[in-house]
């Protein structure tokens, strides 16, 4: 009666080996996951009293990048992939069209990413 309950558990752990090789990674250890880029949009009032208004603005420059990354660090990740003025269409949705606010007015947009 040992022998067949050896044997049996034999079985089972080598049926365990296998399925976990199957669900490991590349070597043979790590389970694969795939890696997910999170990336979320800020819209930021461009008149919001700081001053960061004018270096945001521009959308391409180093001291508004330093902004923008810090904003996004303060927010929880790790750098700013874009930001600058952000168009009417990112922050009316689907309100039809109105007259042309001016640049000044628009919100400023910060894409953060992981």
């Given at each position: 009666?040992?022998?067949?309950a050896a044997?049996i558990?034999?079985?089972?752990?080598l049926a365990?080996?296998?399925?976990?090789?199957a669900?490991?990674?590349g070597?043979?250890e790590?389970?694969t996951?795939?890696v997910s880029?999170?990336?979320?949009?800020f819209?930021?009032p461009?008149?919001?009293?700081?001053?960061?208004?004018?270096?945001?603005?521009?959308g391409?420059?180093s001291?508004?990048?330093?902004?923008?990354?810090a904003w996004?660090?303060?927010?929880?990740?790790?750098?700013a992939g874009?930001?600058g003025?952000?168009a009417?269409?990112?922050?009316?949705?689907?309100?039809p069209t109105?007259?042309v606010?001016?640049?000044?007015e628009?919100?400023?947009?910060i894409?953060c990413?992981?």
């Amino acid at each position: 009666m040992r022998r067949p309950a050896a044997e049996i558990g034999t079985l089972l752990a080598l049926a365990l080996m296998i399925s976990s090789t199957a669900l490991a990674g590349g070597d043979g250890e790590t389970p694969t996951k795939a890696v997910s880029q999170v990336e979320k949009t800020f819209l930021i009032p461009a008149g919001e009293g700081y001053g960061v208004g004018d270096c945001l603005s521009n959308g391409e420059s180093s001291c508004g990048q330093v902004v923008a990354n810090a904003w996004c660090e303060a927010q929880g990740f790790a750098s700013a992939g874009s930001f600058g003025v952000a168009a009417q269409d990112e922050y009316t949705g689907a309100i039809p069209t109105s007259p042309v606010i001016k640049q000044a007015e628009r919100p400023i947009r910060i894409t953060c990413q992981d």
